[in-house]
């Protein structure tokens, strides 16, 4: 990702644009390294988004919907207590880094204006954000704490004067002269793409090798010619925002990155391209860490049933053996009196076979009779444990396949669907609820809403709870539910009974995606009216029976998805 000092220069014009003289309305921490403002001015109003994540830093307005924390961290509060109901006044970028300065004109308690102001570092896995007194330099606290041990050079703790990031004693690109670039750099030593990220201020590996790209042979004069065109462009904010994707990659830059791809999409506005750019991947790398454990949690649960479901196996065979300890038993009674107390065997006439005899083991330190008594107890026991044993293995089985559809749920989860499927587990006893004061208030699950390409209503439930809540509260009678055939995988309905035979692939086609089976072909889809789905008393979460069914075969498409208006 190329979140350079090109990008932050074009976000902060952006931003100088649109917020200065904006009051901040609400502030908002939906994850532990993302801040949310609402903004209001001018009529209009704008919704910030400000992310240390080591993975996926970042600030640019966005149009998308962030949750809102029940109870704000401690660093939403102290934000909400200094800066809501403030004026932007000045949004500054540092030295053309990925620094920016956001002065915020707000009043105390007796009604006394003072500046306060947020820094923004867009630097990595140190990215952070931190509240500051301009006048004092005296930082109120940063979104991540930085202390003596993990750095001598700077701490960023409450207190603490602050200090700006280490100098790296780079020339400013847009301001270096055509002999001053050829003083920097050697063009004898190979390695351009890196001579040009280590000697200017802001460049990334992603730009420096554009503009080789653009500069086609790499001369001295055809370097400066591309260089100070793309600077001439940048210092009068003349851009093309835009993503370039390549071959399993993409990337976001002010201009269309030539030698990285063929596809290319333009935005408006570099909060526009941002946004496109990081809501799936920021989404997705909070959904990897958030299901981490419980996948850990669900895998370890399955390898323990798929163990158990060997040791059942086993018991399976010992107790079909079960009239070799009858037989035992009924030959010693017969032939009790040859018997004597300390054999270890005897040999008999098999009178179920009058052409064999067998040899029948006994226990030395018990008598004729107790040995005879001890096979038909064993027999009577595993008869009786068959019984439970093919109870249990059915039972197991059955708990592989909910733990396998709980998996295949994860793969295709958002943020919203792993909390629900982290309550299922826990009501199902698979986890403990991680607080005791957590009182969280419930809210009605909500499947996923499609269009087909005809205009009709399609549901996908995305977990257990989407599924029951789907089935059994929002369809109709008269609704047609879909399910891919003995595979863990999403109830889908499509709403009414006026729709066409492309409605009915679509559905099929988004039963298939969101299963276990998303990655192979004809994939087999069963479907009823929901009048024909029952949920039996006491079933888990999810679970259906159903009859009256017709089954499609599809292959699922990835796109389909994206391609239905999603409402």
């Known amino acids: 990702m190329a979140f350079d000092g090109f990008v932050t220069r074009a ?47 970042r600030i640019h307005l966005t149009q998308k919907n962030y949750p809102n924390p029940t109870e704000p961290p401690m660093f939403c509060m ?11 006044e000045r949004i500054k970028q540092i030295d053309h880094e990925r620094i920016i300065h956001i002065d915020i004109k707000v009043r105390d308690e007796l009604g006394d204006l003072h500046t306060k102001r947020l820094i923004i570092e867009i630097m990595g896995r140190h990215s952070n954000i931190i509240l500051l007194n301009p006048d004092t330099q005296q930082i109120f606290d940063g979104i991540t704490h930085v202390s003596l041990n993990v750095s001598s050079y700077r701490q960023i703790l409450p207190g603490k004067k602050y200090l700006s ?58 370097l400066w010619q591309v260089l100070s065109t793309w600077m001439d462009n940048v ?50 790398d909070t959904v990897r860490q958030k299901t981490l454990d419980l996948s850990r949690i669900l895998l370890n649960e399955k390898s323990r049933n798929e163990k158990k479901i060997t040791y059942l196996n086993d018991d399976i065979l010992e107790a079909k053996g079960a009239e070799k300890y009858q037989l035992y038993g009924e030959l010693l009674t017969a032939f009790l009196h040859q018997v004597k107390r300390g054999d270890q065997e005897i040999k008999v006439p098999n009178y179920y076979d009058s052409d064999s005899e067998l040899v029948i083991p006994l226990d030395p330190l018990k008598t004729p009779s107790e040995n005879a008594q001890q096979y038909f107890k064993k027999y009577s026991k595993l008869k009786i444990s068959l019984d439970y044993i093919n109870q249990q293995l059915i039972k197991t089985k059955s708990e592989i396949e909910y733990l396998e559809g709980i998996i295949s749920q994860l793969e295709t989860a958002n943020v919203h669907d792993v909390e629900d499927i982290r309550e299922e587990l826990i009501e199902q006893g698979y986890l403990r609820i991680r607080s005791r004061h957590q009182h969280k208030k419930k809210q009605a699950p909500s499947p996923s809403l499609f269009l087909s390409s005809e205009g009709q209503t399609i549901y996908v439930g995305k977990n257990n709870k989407q599924n029951d809540y789907l089935t059994n509260r929002i369809a109709g009678p008269m609704d047609t539910w879909l399910h891919t055939k003995d595979i863990p995988g999403s109830h889908v309905v499509i709403k009414g009974k006026d729709y066409g035979e492309k409605t009915l692939i679509e559905a099929a086609m988004l039963a298939a995606f969101f299963s276990k089976a998303k990655n192979s072909s004809q994939v087999p889809v069963d479907y009823t009216l929901i009048k024909h789905v029952k949920k039996p008393s006491g079933a888990r979460p999810g679970y259906v029976i159903y009859d009256n069914q017709k089954t499609l075969y599809v292959t699922p498409d990835e796109s389909l998805a994206d391609r239905l208006i999603k409402k």
């Open 235 to 284: 210092q009068k904010n003349n851009y093309q925002y835009a993503i370039t994707s390549g071959e399993d990659k993409s990337d976001f830059s002010i201009f269309p990155l030539q030698h990285f791809g063929e596809q290319i999409t333009t935005y408006p506005t570099i909060g526009e391209c941002l946004d496109s750019y990081y809501n799936q991947k920021a989404e997705r």
């Open 165 to 222: 990031p280490p100098e790296q004693n780079k020339a400013n690109p847009l301001t270096v002269t055509k002999e001053d670039f050829f003083s920097i750099i050697q063009f004898n030593e190979g390695k351009i793409d890196k001579q040009l990220v280590q000697s200017f201020t802001g460049m990334s590996p992603t730009i420096s090798k554009e503009l080789l790209y653009l500069a086609v042979l790499p001369t001295k004069e055809n």
């Open 78 to 88: 102290l934000l909400r207590k200094h800066l809501e109901g403030g004026t932007i």
């Open 11 to 57: 976000v902060a014009y952006e931003l100088e644009q649109s917020l200065i003289g904006s009051r901040i309305h609400k502030i908002y921490q939906p994850h532990s390294t993302d801040l949310l403002l609402n903004l209001r001015g001018f009529g209009k109003t704008h919704s910030l988004i400000i992310s240390a994540n080591p993975t996926y830093p």
